[in-house]
């Protein structure tokens, strides 16, 4: 289970690029109640807050990019992390960079594909609530390769890995923390992805008590359904959806870890 402790390789922030960010986060006010509280001095970047908690951020797109969450994971050491991402295959987006005294960071592109971040805590440790309604649960990454990806990361984090089927044939990861209790500190998924087009990704998961609800409100604010909800056994009920600007995201209502 994803818990604010963020011990090393667990996702500890999210954040979103958007080419408008009034208008994003206005959408996820109404999906989620969000409220944004600008950082001064940070270009537009801000918080995404629940009951005065911080879920998340938002800031500006980057030029040529498309607009996604971006997952960060804990890390001890991000300038180590960042070197071992590259030799191994990864594309450095941003060195490692200091981000005032609240920590280090470091944006990458792992050799299949999918963007991601590392975080070196400072100040703040991570995001203030997850695993709670309207909050950040799960973090999936859908990848060409499955079995590379999963290597690339156990070598950057030590995470632990166990295979699952949520239905026939098909094949799902999932990852926990190198320390701990194996399924306590599970967190997220590795799976292919769904079509050849599809590019490999991180997709973060909220949690919600009704998925349906969460989309009607989605689709009602200018979003887009991907996967309408359907129940998954041993999982919950999910959906996957898609901002206005196109930035997909995911709902479930029940515990992935029993995965």
Request: with cysteine; glycine share 12%.
């Amino acid at each position: 289970m994803l818990t604010t402790d963020f011990p090393i390789g667990s996702p500890c922030w999210i954040d979103l690029g958007s080419p408008d960010i009034p208008a994003t986060a206005g959408f996820y006010n109404q999906v989620f109640g969000w409220t944004f509280l600008e950082i001064p001095g940070t270009g537009g970047y801000g918080f995404v807050q629940l009951d005065g908690r911080t879920v998340g951020a938002i800031g500006h797109l980057d030029e040529g990019a498309r607009s996604a969450w971006t997952t960060y994971f804990r890390t001890a050491d991000a300038d180590a992390t960042a070197k071992a991402a590259e030799q191994a295959g990864a594309g450095v987006r941003v060195p490692p960079s200091d981000v005032m005294q609240e920590g280090r960071f470091s944006a990458l592109t792992d050799p299949q594909g999918a963007d991601f971040a590392v975080w070196q805590a400072g100040s703040t440790k991570g995001l203030d609530a997850v695993s709670e309604e309207g909050a950040l649960v799960w973090a999936e990454l859908h990848t060409s390769a499955p079995d590379v990806a999963f290597a690339f990361y156990e070598k950057l984090f030590g995470w632990r890995v166990e295979n699952f089927e949520p239905s026939p044939g098909m094949s799902y990861r999932v990852v926990s923390t190198a320390e701990g209790d194996q399924q306590a500190t599970s967190f997220g998924g590795i799976a292919p992805t769904m079509a050849p087009a599809q590019p490999s990704a991180w997709t973060p998961y909220f949690a919600t008590a009704d998925v349906d609800a969460r989309v009607a409100k989605a689709t009602a604010a200018g979003g887009s359904v991907l996967m309408g909800p359907e129940n998954v056994k041993n999982v919950g009920r999910i959906a996957w959806v898609a901002d206005p600007n196109g930035a997909p995201f995911a709902l479930i209502k029940g515990d992935p870890n029993q995965a």
